[in-house]
T-cell receptor
Framework: DARVTQTPRHKVTEMGQEVTMRCQPILGHNTVFWYRQTMMQGLELLAYFRNRAPLDDSGMPKDRFSAEMPDATLATLKIQPSEPRDSAVYFC???????????FGNGTRLTVT | GESVGLHLPTLSVQEGDNSIINCAYSNSASDYFIWYKQESGKGPQFIIDIRSNMDKRQGQRVTVLLNKTVKHLSLQIAATQPGDSAVYFCADPKGNQGGKLIFGQGTELSVKP
């Protein structure tokens, strides 16, 4: 089964450090989404791409978060500088488009101390 | 719905019984819905989807019912098993964000042996 791959699975870092999370979407999928999940907020949409172009990143704190797709096989989410409130599980998901389900990776659990 | 909060609705069922998980939506223009299952430590996993030109769709042990009149859908799990214990989300690409997949609060299903 094809799957979305996220690395690292776990990341512990100190406040102020840069964090980069990576995602390899399923080959051939043309949409990529980044979500953040916390107990307080549930699943929050951060950003999404279609055909590698960013369509919406209104869910991201612009001053510290950035999302990119350097190529069709890699999506990155970067936090600089990280803060304790960024502690969460970050999920990447990919899909074909509107009338198809997204497929999720198993997430990166980020802890900022 | 797209509400979030500290406490998930919960459903507790006896192993072997049928489970029904409900979801309401608000956008009359919503025409595609997806159910996901999320187990602890994993990303949401696609279960079944339905388009608005259908009232019912069946999968393996699962059935989704869509009532467009009252903007309600439900997920029915037949002969619930311990492995079905998870949080279940309905998702709607239209929601109130136009094209971005927004998740509801989720329902935590517990299966008693």
């Amino acid at each position: 089964d094809a799957r979305v791959t996220q690395t690292p699975r776990h990341k512990v870092t100190e406040m102020g450090q840069e964090v980069t999370m990576r995602c390899q979407p399923i080959l051939g999928h043309n949409t990529v989404f980044w979500y953040r999940q916390t107990m307080m907020q549930g699943l929050e949409l951060l950003a999404y791409f279609r055909n590698r172009a960013p369509l919406d990143d209104s869910g991201m704190p612009k001053d510290r978060f950035s999302a990119e797709m350097p190529d069709a096989t890699l999506a990155t989410l970067k936090i600089q500088p990280s803060e304790p409130r960024d502690s969460a599980v970050y999920f990447c998901a990919s899909g074909w488009g509107y009338y198809s389900p997204l497929h999720f990776g198993n997430g990166t659990r980020l802890t900022v101390t | 719905g797209e509400s979030v909060g500290l406490h998930l609705p919960t459903l507790s069922v006896q192993e072997g019984d049928n489970s029904i998980i409900n979801c309401a939506y608000s956008n009359s223009a919503s025409d595609y819905f997806i159910w996901y299952k999320q187990e602890s430590g994993k990303g949401p996993q696609f279960i079944i989807d339905i388009r608005s030109n259908m009232d019912k769709r069946q999968g393996q042990r699962v059935t989704v019912l869509l009532n467009k009149t009252v903007k309600h859908l439900s997920l029915q799990i037949a002969a619930t098993q311990p492995g079905d214990s998870a949080v279940y989300f309905c998702a709607d690409p239209k929601g109130n964000q136009g094209g971005k997949l927004i998740f509801g609060q989720g329902t935590e299903l517990s299966v008693k042996p």
